[in-house]
């Protein structure tokens, strides 16, 4: 669950709506990870992220969404292990803060490559 300080930091960039609501998904799905997490495992696996899942009582109410979520949440890792690869640190460990930056990074690069307009 994201708390309120992590809401204000990723609002309060000034990245294009799209990009912030990407980081948000980025965002959720880094503090879900976290929670499925063993201490000192580095990413959960499929099946323990199926049985977070499934002791999530707002999740209940909607046990199809549950396999959806597993998948997206997978995904999202493969993107978070990337961006900690970046920063140096694994996947876990990384904050808002480090998303923010990698978001902030990200629409730079693609402003410097983009042609100016005529």
């Keep these: 669950m994201l708390s309120e300080h992590d809401l204000t930091e990723l609002e309060g960039t000034l990245l294009p709506a799209l990009e912030r609501h990407h980081l948000r998904l980025l965002a959720h799905s880094l503090r879900c990870l976290q929670q499925a997490a ?7 696996d499929t099946q323990r992220l199926l049985a977070w899942a499934q002791r999530q009582s707002n999740l209940a109410v909607d046990p199809t969404f549950i396999p ?3 998948e997206q949440l997978g995904k999202a890792a493969l993107q978070l292990e990337q961006i900690g690869l970046e ?3 694994a996947a876990l460990d990384l ?7 990698w978001g902030q990074r990200q629409a730079d690069q ?3 490559i983009t042609p100016p307009e005529p």
């Design 38 to 44: 063993d201490d000192g495992e580095p990413l959960p």
């Design 68 to 70: 959806v979520l597993v």
């Design 87 to 89: 920063q140096g640190l």
């Design 95 to 101: 904050q808002i803060a480090d998303l923010v930056r």
């Design 110 to 112: 693609r402003l410097a």
